[in-house]
């Protein structure tokens, strides 16, 4: 069974750019989270998809960052204009119905530095 | 604030020995609970986890996880260490009352030494 996909593995960018992240959740995952880590911090949840709508986006900066889940499959986040506290791993996860007792299934994530 | 505590950021210890990593969270009400691990160079995977019942809880590759109600807390143990088990572990929560929104700590970094 392949895992949860994620593109690019690695990003550099300068402030106030813009940057877009890709996942692809594991095949008939309803559910998909984003998640952000800072370096020496656990993940932190920025937003949860059920299929195409959003389930939870209450510690998504609003501002800067935007995430959509077209179809119900894919998914992209973005961030505009990057900051320099915006430097952190992005995870993709994906669990089957979004249930708590359910595993969520991480991808390898993308480190993202902000320079 | 609702939170979740893991009390050490990192432990160093050789092969054979005993390992017991901490974690306190602060939810008032009925939580799930789990521990996730990243092997060096590897996702984030699920280690194991507790909904309801027996509260010593086990997992993959010889670990366990004890949830104690009245101490807010489910501590990670396994009684014999493999350089293998280098990695960095993560104690998470799910509120009931949350969809599925995992609260994480912040790691335990654990360096098994040959």
Do not use: M
């Not at chain 2, 143990?77 to 994480?104: H, M």
């Amino acid at each position: 069974e392949a895992g949860v996909a994620q593109s690019p593995r690695y990003k550099i960018i300068e402030k106030r750019q813009s940057v877009a992240f890709w996942c692809n959740p594991i095949s008939g995952h309803a559910t998909l989270y984003w998640y952000q880590q800072i370096l020496g911090q656990g993940p932190k949840l920025l937003i949860q998809f059920q299929n195409n709508g959003v389930v939870d986006d209450s510690q998504l900066p609003k501002d800067r960052f935007s995430a959509e889940r077209l179809k119900g499959v894919d998914s992209t986040l973005k961030i505009q204009p990057a900051k320099l506290e915006d430097s952190a791993v992005y995870l993709c996860a994906s669990s089957l119905g979004g249930r708590r007792q359910e595993t969520q299934y991480f991808g390898p994530g993308t480190r993202l530095l902000v320079l | 604030a609702q939170s979740v505590s893991q009390h050490n950021h990192h432990v160093i210890l050789s092969e054979a020995a005993s390992l017991e990593l901490g974690c306190n969270y602060s939810y008032g009400g009925t939580v799930n609970l789990f521990w996730y691990v990243q092997y060096p160079g590897q996702h984030l995977q699920l280690l194991l986890k507790y909904f309801s019942g027996d509260p010593l809880v086990k997992g993959i590759k010889g670990f366990e996880a004890e949830f104690i109600k009245s101490k807010f807390s489910f501590n990670l143990r396994k009684p014999s260490v493999q350089w293998s088990d280098t990695a960095e572990y993560f104690c998470a929560v799910i509120p009931t009352d949350s969809w599925g929104k995992l609260q994480f700590g912040a790691g335990t970094q654990v360096v098994v030494t040959p």
